[in-house]
């Protein structure tokens, strides 16, 4: 029997190739971002974190706080905005290999990092030239204070907060029932990697579930409370971790959670499918 052929416009598969390889190459500039986050957050839990703030800002703050920080904070920048791009890619045309409602939550999905990494992306850039970039915490009770001066302003913030939450939850399955493994083409990993990028990923989005939980609880008690100044970022929710009973113990784990998420970044940006 002759093989059937496939016959696909050479232009598109290299754009698509070399649109592919920036992204990827973003997604490891995204882990190093947590890494460093969870650097941050261990400071906090030892007693060290008087410094920059423990979230996305405050890592990209802490790589630009020299000279040769500053060339490393442009690459990352960079990159960021390639893993921005190559998710709006995946918004529009992704996720082939699923169907139906859950393509449609992948492509919501990837919109929505397309948007936070272009934000970490614009912060990146800016805190490279001088200009500084807003603390999230800032950011987040400006927002929050925007929303309770509108009418039902209370009612709205606790709507975001449960939509919040439901983030949380869905990072927390997520990682329980390792379906990002589904986006993952396993076999372009050495096969002794395989097991730890599953382990590193469900640790990873357990941690992020409970920092999205955290960040629900602050912003549901500022709406219940009606003061944007309860609300706050993932800054916040690692701080009020370290304030529980246990709390060193708790962050301890809630970063080293941060921190797998990120090594997993490097392993799934090798291995996502196309």
């Avoid at 791009?85 to 939550?105: D, F, I, K, N, P």
């Avoid at 009770?141 to 039902?152: F, G, H, R, Y």
């Avoid at 949380?168 to 493994?181: L, N």
């Avoid at 939980?213 to 003061?227: H, W």
Wanted: proline share 2%; with cysteine.
């Amino acid at each position: 029997m002759n093989a059937v052929r496939t016959r696909i416009p050479i232009g598109r598969t290299r754009g698509s190739t070399t649109a592919q390889a920036l992204g990827r190459a973003g997604m490891a500039c995204y882990g190093v971002v947590h890494l460093i986050v969870a650097y941050l957050a261990l400071r906090i839990a030892f007693g060290g974190g008087s410094g920059a703030p423990a979230d996305q800002n405050g890592a990209l703050q802490e790589i630009g706080s020299n000279a040769a920080g500053r060339v490393v904070l442009w690459v990352l920048a960079i990159g960021l905005l390639a893993f921005g791009l190559w998710q709006m890619l995946m918004a529009a045309t992704g996720y082939q290999w699923v169907s139906g409602g859950e393509r449609v939550r992948k492509r919501l999905g990837s919109a929505g990092r397309a948007i936070v990494v272009f934000a970490l992306g614009y912060s990146a850039i800016r805190i490279a030239v001088g200009a500084g970039s807003a603390a999230g915490n800032q950011r987040q009770q400006e927002a929050t204070a925007k929303l309770l001066s509108l009418p039902a302003g209370p009612a709205i913030v606790v709507v975001a907060a449960c939509c919040v939450a439901a983030v949380a939850v869905a990072a927390g399955v997520k990682g329980v029932r390792r379906s990002f493994m589904q986006d993952l083409d396993t076999f372009e990993l050495p096969r002794a990697t395989r097991r730890w990028v599953a382990r590193l990923g469900t640790g990873g989005y357990l941690a992020k579930g409970v920092v999205f939980a955290v960040i629900a609880v602050l912003l549901g008690y500022a709406g219940l409370r009606s003061d944007a100044r309860a609300a706050g970022g993932l800054d916040a929710a690692l701080r009020t971790l370290a304030g529980q009973p246990f709390g060193t113990v708790l962050l301890t784990i809630v970063a080293l959670g941060l921190a797998a998420f990120g090594a997993y970044c490097f392993g799934a940006a090798w291995a996502h499918r196309r």
